[in-house]
């Protein structure tokens, strides 16, 4: 079992910054942010690889940074030009066995947060 603990959500005007962490109680190979608006369905958002290779959602690319310390056990989530669009719950996700990754795939990461709020007022 890895347990993952997200902080770093708030409000913030459009155009503004935030950083999201995740904090993992052991090793994970494969890490990811995952986001959900009311009424909507989770959807991907960023992965990254145990070589720190990356892979984004078209709707992010170019504002939102993902990266992961050393011991791949903190993952952050650097986001830059915060849309109202991307109010939604923010989840961190983990996979500790071998496979694809980069992926933002919900079905390639047994391992959830509880989720930290994003709000983007205009």
């Known amino acids: 079992q890895v347990q993952l603990v997200e902080s770093g959500g708030g409000s913030v005007q459009s155009g503004g910054s935030l950083r999201l962490s995740c904090d993992a109680s052991?090793?994970?190979?494969?890490m990811g942010w995952f986001r959900q608006a009311p009424g909507e369905e989770r959807e991907g958002v960023a992965a990254i690889a145990p070589n720190d290779g990356t892979r984004y959602a078209d709707s992010v690319k170019g504002r939102f940074t993902i990266s992961k310390d050393n011991a791949n056990r903190t993952l952050y989530l650097q986001m830059n030009s915060l849309k109202p669009e991307d109010t939604a719950t923010y989840y961190c996700?983990?996979?500790?066995?071998?496979?694809?990754?980069?992926?933002?795939?919900?079905?390639?990461?047994?391992?959830w947060g509880q989720g930290t709020q994003v709000t983007v007022s205009s």
């Open positions: 052991r090793y994970t190979y494969c």
């Open positions: 996700a983990a996979r500790s066995t071998w496979g694809v990754c980069p992926t933002i795939s919900l079905n390639d990461f047994p391992y």
